[in-house]
């Protein structure tokens, strides 16, 4: 997260006694640290204690391993299927005028304001086995939605709706249309023009909205352990692998799958950083 | 541009005229749009209206009579009393973290202002295990916690916690920009006029960051309210003492109380929904 703040000795605070400036500062230090370092260092600590041996003998056990499994998997697909939704709906949110535009809109927002939980019950309620939908599609298509991968990624795409939509959005609304007139005048059909000219100049937002969607669909529970249920090796991913190891106080496991998940999130979270970053610097020139 | 444009396609023939030059045929783009809707309808709309009717499947008495369970009751109770205390310490915190990460540059400033993200990141559960780690039975603090006779897992403060952790980036997040774009000519103005540090920031600062604050203290709480997995771990779900609504939810469903479950689900999820937008709306009109 870079700074927006142009150089600083102007925009020092007027009249202020140094103590003050002091102590405001390790105020919020201490805040953050409190609050939020030592848990995360404590969870480390935790889990590496007995050294990355015994960290990755943890994981490699075959109900952790299908968990992480089933975690990355799900959500990569979810990543993926976001990506090109998102994408599609940002372009027809910028480009097209039609009725109905501005709810669109606004349901892009609505997963950011529902408890995940309740997303979870909702998808519980519309495709689970009592439901007429969920009925249906088990007898007629043998689809299982409710405690199987399929509702997993229901539930992610749902929750990770708006990442890519709001990543992709601004930058194709500053997208200078010069170039694709440009490509139109030398003979470029629509569908070239917007493969060649307009998605090559949207890929770092599409990237930074899809990883982030990534990043936090890793961690996701609340949605996932009513839909997915709790069943190990079919349907129980590391979130809730973590909180079955919780409940049954097996340290070792939920400190290493813990570790893993984190470490995994913060990597993302710093290369999306990193695309922001560098989609601003392009903004710029 | 548009010259240009238009003299090159006259000269290309007809088929190309220049309102091709961003739009497919008007059926394909009908198609793409209908695409999109269909997807948000399904994907978001859909499961909405089956909560809905799932809550009122029973009729809107058996859905009343559901949500006035004293369970409800205390459920909703514990979890108003949480999100109220951590918009209070966010409210004040927050705007001092966002003060400080936008008025002062120091050692460790990149740090501190990338940390406060990492909640985005953590994995509730993982939230909530942290907090047992440290508080719990077997935890970092606990002789320490038995000396002054406190009780932090498995019990409210834990729970507290836990919220506080999962909505640490809102208050400061929506506060910065604000403040950034204010500047500080007019505190200087009000300090060469002769007021004090406490009255410029009172009369001239704070009412400048009036929207972000309030809209850092509506997210904060509508966050707080729906957090599940944090506070399931951290306070165990015990039903009448540490059990938040969407706790209460939580173990409706395991004990297939349906009704009671997408009932208290509606409530929270439309309570959510309501804050959040009202207070877009709000930002929209003064804007």
Do not use: C
């Amino acid at each position: 997260m870079t700074s927006l703040t142009p150089p600083l000795t102007v925009q020092e605070p007027p009249r202020r006694a140094p103590w003050g400036r002091w102590g405001i500062q390790s105020a919020a230090w201490t805040y953050v640290t409190l609050l939020l370092l030592i848990p995360l260092a404590v969870i480390f600590q935790d889990g590496l204690k007995g050294g990355l041996g015994t960290l990755w003998h943890s994981i490699s056990l075959p109900i952790a391993w299908s968990a992480l499994k089933l975690t990355l998997w799900t959500s990569a697909l979810m990543a993926v299927i976001n990506a090109i939704m998102g994408t599609l709906t940002a372009y027809v949110l910028v480009r097209y005028e039609f009725p109905g535009k501005a709810l669109l809109n606004a349901i892009v927002d609505l997963p950011l304001a529902i408890p995940t939980l309740v997303t979870g019950v909702m998808l519980v309620v519309l495709y689970g086995p009592q439901s007429f939908v969920g009925a249906w599609l088990k007898n007629q298509m043998d689809w299982r939605i409710i405690f199987a991968p399929p509702g997993i990624i229901l539930a992610l795409l749902f929750v990770n709706f708006p990442f890519v939509v709001r990543a992709v959005q601004p930058v194709l609304q500053s997208l200078d249309l010069e170039s694709e007139e440009a490509a139109a005048t030398l003979g470029a059909g629509p569908t070239t023009i917007f493969w060649r000219v307009t998605l090559p100049a949207l890929w770092l937002p599409i990237a930074s909205g899809a990883l982030l969607s990534f990043a936090r669909a890793i961690g996701e529970f609340g949605a996932i352990v009513i839909v997915a249920g709790n069943i190990p090796l079919r349907s129980q991913t590391a979130a809730v692998y973590v909180f079955g190891e919780v409940e049954s106080a097996n340290r070792q496991g939920a400190s290493a799958m813990s570790i893993v998940m984190l470490s995994l999130a913060f990597a993302l979270v710093l290369v999306v950083d990193w695309l922001r970053k560098r989609g601003r610097k392009d903004a710029e020139e | 541009m548009t010259t240009v444009a238009q003299s090159t396609t006259e000269l290309n023939a007809a088929s190309r005229r220049p309102e091709n030059i961003r739009s497919l045929s008007a059926w394909r783009r009908r198609l793409l749009i209908g695409v999109v809707v269909a997807y948000a309808a399904l994907l978001i709309l859909a499961p909405l209206a089956a909560l809905v009717s799932g809550a009122f499947a029973k009729g809107l008495g058996a859905s009343l009579q559901a949500l006035s369970d004293p369970d409800v009751f205390s459920a909703f109770l514990l979890t108003l009393k949480i999100a109220f205390l951590t918009v209070a310490v966010h409210g004040l915190l927050g705007t001092v973290l966002a003060w400080v990460l936008v008025r002062y540059r120091f050692r460790g400033h990149w740090l501190l202002n990338g940390v406060i993200d990492l909640p985005f990141a953590v994995s509730p559960v993982v939230v909530g295990y942290m907090l047992l780690l440290l508080f719990g039975r077997t935890g970092l603090f606990a002789p320490l916690l038995e000396a002054l006779d406190l009780k932090v897992a498995f019990a409210v403060p834990g729970m507290i916690l836990a919220t506080l952790f999962v909505t640490l980036p809102f208050m400061a997040r929506e506060v910065m920009p604000v403040l950034e774009s204010f500047g500080v000519e007019q505190e200087h103005a009000a300090a060469t006029l002769g007021a004090s540090g406490w009255q410029t920031f009172w009369m001239v600062t704070f009412p400048a960051l009036r929207w972000g604050f309030i809209y850092g203290v509506i997210l904060t709480f509508a966050r707080a309210l729906g957090e599940f997995g944090a506070v399931l771990v951290v306070g165990g779900g015990i039903q009448g003492r540490t059990e938040t609504l969407t706790l209460f939810i939580y173990r409706a469903l395991d004990e297939r109380q349906y009704v009671g479950a997408y009932s208290a689900a509606m409530v929270l999820g439309l309570l959510s929904l309501v804050l959040v937008i009202g207070t877009e709306l709000l930002r929209k009109r003064e804007k």
